[in-house]
């Protein structure tokens, strides 16, 4: 079963607006960490957002949020007023336990399109 | 010093060639990685140093051959390669431990088999 799921392979927005990427997730530990990364066409992964899960508050970066929901194991990125520069691959990742140095898993990813 | 730095950034090699991956990072980090990414896929791990000392090996083929000689570099030595071990190679670090913390990752080497 995957670790993580992301169900939308591609999306289109027009810019200015704000997009919801989706993830979920499935692990049985209490404690375990999620991550946003962006990897535009050049191939870089950027780490854009965490959230711990214990953390009771959506984390927040500038114009990302996490939209964290523990009972449904969803952890969305939303992404406000979005720019042409958002456009690139986004990966949703999960590290089970608290371990630094544990593996992360990431999802299948989103590509997600900009439009002028 | 924030980044984590990856050479070459291309590389072209035969089956039969013998090369090597570099990755340098100065941020103090005491773990790092290797990852593979195939085109249009999610990264996939493939091992994991954890103070110098290799933490995790995802079951990768011989052929790969890491190696950390100091807490700020870690090498991936090439040898024998198929054409399908083409890919993204990606270096990350991150602080060992417990809490929160991201991996900071590389610009990749684009890897091309022939």
């Known amino acids: 079963a995957q670790k993580i799921t992301q169900t939308q392979p591609g999306m289109f927005v027009q810019e200015k607006e704000a997009v919801t990427l989706d993830c979920t997730y499935d692990t049985s530990d209490q404690s375990y960490g999620l991550f946003w990364y962006k990897q535009p066409s050049s191939g870089e992964m950027i780490f854009l957002i965490y959230?711990?899960?214990?953390?009771?508050q959506n984390a927040t970066e500038g114009r990302y949020s996490l939209n964290f929901q523990k009972a449904r194991k969803s952890a969305n990125l939303v992404i406000s007023a979005s720019q042409l520069g958002d456009s690139a691959m986004y990966f949703c990742a999960m590290r089970e336990g608290m371990n630094r140095d544990d593996k992360i898993i990431f999802g299948k990813g989103t590509r997600l399109h900009i439009l002028p | 010093d924030t980044e984590v730095t990856q050479t070459p950034k291309h590389l072209v090699m035969g089956m039969t060639n013998k090369k090597s991956l570099k990755c340098e990072q100065h941020?103090?980090?005491?773990?790092m990685y290797w990852y593979k990414q195939k085109a249009k896929k999610p990264p996939e791990l493939m091992f994991v140093?954890?103070?110098?000392?290799?933490?995790i090996n995802e079951s990768v083929p011989s052929r790969f051959s890491p190696e950390c000689p100091n807490s700020s570099l870690l090498n991936l030595h090439l040898h024998a390669l198929q054409p399908e071990d083409s890919a993204l190679y990606l270096c990350?670090?991150?602080?060992?431990?417990?809490?929160?913390?991201?991996?900071?990752f590389g610009p990749g080497t684009r890897l091309t088999v022939l």
């Open positions: 140093y954890s103070y110098e000392k290799l933490s």
């Open positions: 990350a670090s991150s602080h060992p431990g417990q809490g929160d913390n991201e991996q900071f």
């Open positions: 941020m103090g980090h005491r773990a």
């Open positions: 959230q711990g899960s214990y953390d009771e």
